[in-house]
């Protein structure tokens, strides 16, 4: 068995709360720059252009892209001929977490519970997703989501019968209902199957793929296709002052499901789809 560390978790879960934070990964800036091009709003493109500005002065001097650090969500992918040694896995997560938000200057968003809304001060507990995978290595993807496009995200139970067609109206109607409050452009995450819980984790998994890689299932690439155009023909455009890009990308995941199921999830990301991964 191949051992890992607490402490190096530690380390690199506090190290990546900040990278993500900072620095608006390569894809998304691309595919900003080809939006901007592509947009024929007058006010559409100088929103891209403060988008495009704003995360090269984050970049640069090392702030948040956005004040809202967001919630602190990780996946960890823990090989199956691996062992973490020296101290408890999720405490280490969430060491990491205290630590990289309380040195990096970053929000602290998380209440303790729910309805007597006291802060934590310290970000933490993390949502963390676990799966055991072959090998004996730890991959690590610390991905903070913002709360304002959490709150417009939607999860349906279609009937089976509903079909492709009704997962393209309730993607699209939910897109419309949330308007310019997840501020977009937005990247939308879609899970197709599975049970209610599931469908849930698969839209929210479906925001890590890069841009511009589509789903490796031509059927569901093609049904990312419809989804976004109709979406960006909705004309909510960036920040939603009107135009052509209310989305850069839809991602479609999917997972097997029961006869007499049909879950949707639209999991909704502002621009700012921040996340890092790295490999222990």
């Known amino acids: 068995m191949r051992k890992i560390s607490a402490v190096d978790i530690a380390r690199n879960v506090a190290e990546m709360c900040c990278e993500a934070n900072y620095i608006l990964n390569k894809d998304i800036t691309s595919s900003l ?18 988008l495009l500005m704003n995360a090269e002065i984050a ?15 990780v996946f960890l992918e823990l090989g199956q001929e691996a062992v973490v040694v020296g101290g408890d896995l999720e405490e280490a997560v969430n060491k990491g977490v205290k630590e990289g938000y309380l040195h990096g200057h970053l929000r602290k968003s998380i209440v303790e519970d729910p309805l007597k809304r006291v802060n934590t001060d310290s970000n933490t507990p993390a949502v963390i997703h676990y799966e055991i995978v072959p090998g004996d290595r730890l991959k690590i993807t610390v991905a903070p989501k913002g709360g304002g496009s959490e709150n417009m995200s939607a999860l349906k139970m279609l009937k089976p019968a509903e079909g492709e067609e009704g997962i393209i109206n309730f993607v699209v109607e939910t897109v419309n209902n949330a308007g310019s409050n997840p501020c977009p452009p937005l990247i939308i995450g879609v899970g197709i199957g599975g049970n209610f819980e599931r469908s849930a984790f698969l839209a929210k998994k479906a925001l890590l793929r890069p841009l511009a890689k589509p789903h ?19 004309g909510i455009g ?10 850069l990308a839809v991602h ?21 789809s921040r996340h890092v991964e790295r490999i222990l």
């Not at 490796?216 to 909705?234: A, R, S």
């Not at 960036?238 to 989305?247: I, K, L, M, W």
């Open 33 to 50: 720059e080809k939006s901007l091009e592509a947009e024929e709003s007058q006010v559409g493109r100088e929103v891209l252009k403060q």
């Open 252 to 272: 479609v995941e999917v997972y097997s499901t029961h006869i007499a199921c049909l879950p949707v999830a639209v999991n909704i990301n502002c621009h700012a």
């Open 238 to 247: 960036p920040q939603g002052f009107g135009g052509g890009v209310t989305a």
């Open 59 to 73: 970049k640069n001097e090392e702030i948040p892209i956005c004040q809202d650090t967001g919630f602190a969500l």
């Open 216 to 234: 490796h299932n031509l059927f569901y690439g093609d049904l990312e296709k419809k989804i976004l155009e109709q979406v960006n023909n909705l």
